[in-house]
């Protein structure tokens, strides 16, 4: 048990990094250290449940430790970085996103734990997940490292975009989740080698690519709010008619002779 939540701590130290080298104006290094936090987040759960060492301890640090690596450090680093240009406004956004995080999480932990939710809705997220929300909310330090000038429209700009991505994590939106995706054996290696190919992008190109990734993010949530409505509709509509059938069932038939 104590190997996962060990990968926790780190990421709580490598989010908290970012905010130092942030403040040192090292912002490049800064965003690597975010990414590290999500890269660490993304494995400190399924290490758990491979080592079968999940616990409400860690599942309560997990929680607590995203509301630091993806509220608190990407809305202080894009402060330090641009939105401290857009004076209190900027700070106000600041403080809207990390508060969005915390509602977000809060909100995800209580939706884990109902049981009478349907199962194919456990295949959607609730609002934009808080990690997709910190890489995303950093696109302004993506474009300037890109070369775009961080002027104080720029930095008017960024604000509204970080109100834009608060409200989008406390949103209602539906967001495929992946989680239940099944890879079938002959499309595997081919996915391996598209995977491998985007992490060599990352790591050759970064800004290029994430630039490029919050843009197909940022395109993929309509389809996916779509998506939703359809498996909605198709669910409540097999749902409706299993109800019929079992009312059918339990109707004595009338029509049947006394004895």
Same mark, same amino acid.
């Given at each position: 048990?104590?190997?996962?939540?060990?990968?926790?701590?780190?990421?709580?130290?490598?989010?908290?990094?970012?905010?130092?080298?942030?403040?040192?104006?090292?912002?490049?290094?800064?965003?690597?250290?975010?990414?590290?936090?999500?890269?660490?987040?993304?494995?400190?759960?399924?290490?758990?449940?491979?080592?079968?060492?999940?616990?409400?301890?860690?599942?309560?640090?997990?929680?607590?430790?995203?509301?630091?690596?993806?509220?608190?450090? #990407? &809305?202080?680093? =894009?402060?330090?970085? *641009?939105?401290?240009?857009? +004076?209190? !406004? $900027?700070?106000?956004? /600041?403080?809207?996103?990390?508060?969005?995080?915390?509602?977000?999480?809060?909100?995800?932990?209580?939706?884990?734990?109902?049981?009478?939710?349907?199962?194919?809705?456990?295949?959607?997220?609730?609002?934009?997940?808080? #990690? &997709?929300?910190? =890489?995303?909310?950093? *696109?302004?330090?993506?474009? +300037?490292? !890109? $070369?775009?000038?961080? /002027?104080?429209?720029?930095?008017?700009?960024?604000?509204?975009?970080?109100?834009?991505?608060?409200?989008?994590?406390?949103?209602?939106?539906?967001?495929?989740?992946?989680?239940?995706?099944?890879?079938?054996?002959?499309?595997?290696?081919?996915?391996?080698?598209?995977?491998?190919?985007?992490?060599?992008?990352?790591?050759?190109?970064?800004?290029?690519?994430?630039?490029?990734?919050?843009?197909?993010?940022?395109?993929?949530?309509?389809?996916?709010?779509?998506?939703?409505?359809?498996?909605?509709?198709?669910?409540?509509?097999?749902?409706?008619?299993?109800?019929?059938?079992?009312?059918?069932?339990?109707?004595?038939?009338?029509?049947?002779?006394?004895?």
């Amino acid at each position: 048990m104590v190997l996962p939540n060990l990968i926790t701590v780190l990421a709580i130290c490598a989010g908290l990094s970012g905010i130092r080298l942030a403040f040192e104006g090292r912002f490049e290094s800064a965003v690597v250290m975010v990414l590290l936090a999500a890269f660490l987040d993304g494995i400190d759960g399924r290490l758990a449940r491979m080592l079968k060492a999940t616990s409400k301890f860690g599942a309560q640090m997990d929680s607590l430790a995203d509301i630091v690596n993806f509220g608190v450090v #990407p &809305a202080l680093v =894009l402060y330090a970085y *641009l939105l401290d240009k857009a +004076g209190s !406004l $900027g700070w106000i956004a /600041t403080l809207l996103f990390a508060i969005a995080c915390g509602l977000r999480l809060a909100r995800f932990n209580v939706l884990d734990e109902d049981l009478d939710r349907p199962a194919w809705q456990a295949e959607y997220f609730v609002g934009i997940p808080a #990690p &997709a929300g910190a =890489l995303v909310v950093m *696109l302004p330090m993506y474009l +300037g490292f !890109l $070369g775009f000038e961080g /002027t104080r429209t720029a930095a008017y700009v960024a604000t509204g975009f970080t109100i834009l991505i608060a409200f989008l994590l406390v949103s209602r939106l539906p967001i495929y989740s992946g989680k239940t995706l099944k890879i079938r054996r002959e499309y595997l290696l081919p996915v391996m080698l598209a995977a491998v190919f985007y992490v060599l992008l990352v790591a050759v190109y970064p800004w290029q690519t994430l630039s490029a990734s919050v843009g197909a993010y940022m395109l993929f949530l309509p389809l996916s709010a779509s998506a939703y409505a359809r498996r909605a509709k198709i669910e409540g509509a097999a749902a409706a008619a299993a109800a019929e059938a079992a009312a059918a069932e339990a109707t004595p038939d009338e029509t049947r002779p006394e004895a």
